[in-house]
């Protein structure tokens, strides 16, 4: 049947700041913007979430909205970013940055988790999660949703796929 990608709504955060596994809230903008994604979703069965509060939020609403079981796949969270966390992008050190840039797949220079790290987790939840018949929205992150999209890539053009706040892709646009 497939998996739904779905990204989260709008987190209460400032722009510019690099918030990967933190765990932050929402904007007041919350159920105006889940009533949207509910009005697009398609047919689930299940629901999977990355157990943050701006995914889990969002997938229980859709769980009892729908009527449908809700799960929570540590392997859906979004990328460590280390010690770059809750620092704006604008504020890293540039030779850090440079880094990452040069070996975009493995570097860590935040300490946290390399892209090749969560493609890995992403790929084995998707795995998982494929395996089962019924349709199923996987409530997650942005990272998740690049990693889930890019194909065995390993360029950072790879990764460039983008999903609105709020937004969903089926995971056969990924391949």
């Known amino acids: 049947m497939g998996l739904i990608l779905v990204r989260h709504t709008r987190p209460e955060v400032p722009t510019g700041l690099c918030y990967g596994r933190l765990d932050v809230g929402l904007l007041d903008t919350f159920a ?7 009005r697009t979703l398609p047919e689930v069965r299940r629901v999977v979430s990355s157990p943050l509060l701006r995914c889990r939020k969002l997938a229980e609403r859709i769980a009892a909205t729908r009527a449908v079981s809700l799960h929570f796949d540590q ?5 460590d970013f280390g010690t770059w966390e809750g620092s704006l992008w604008s504020a890293l050190p540039a ?8 070996d975009f797949m493995h570097a860590r220079p935040h300490g946290g988790e390399s892209v090749a790290m969560l493609k890995h987790r992403v790929d084995r939840a998707l795995a998982h ?9 996987l409530v997650t992150h942005s990272g998740v949703i690049k990693a889930a999209a890019s194909a065995g890539g390993t360029e950072a053009r790879d990764f460039a796929v983008s999903v609105d706040f709020g937004g969903i892709m089926a995971l056969s646009q990924c391949k």
């Open 32 to 38: 105006d913007e889940a009533a949207a994604l509910l």
């Open 75 to 79: 392997r859906l969270i979004e990328m």
């Open 95 to 102: 030779s850090q940055l440079d880094a990452w840039a040069k």
């Open 129 to 137: 999660w494929s395996a089962h018949p019924e349709p199923i929205a």
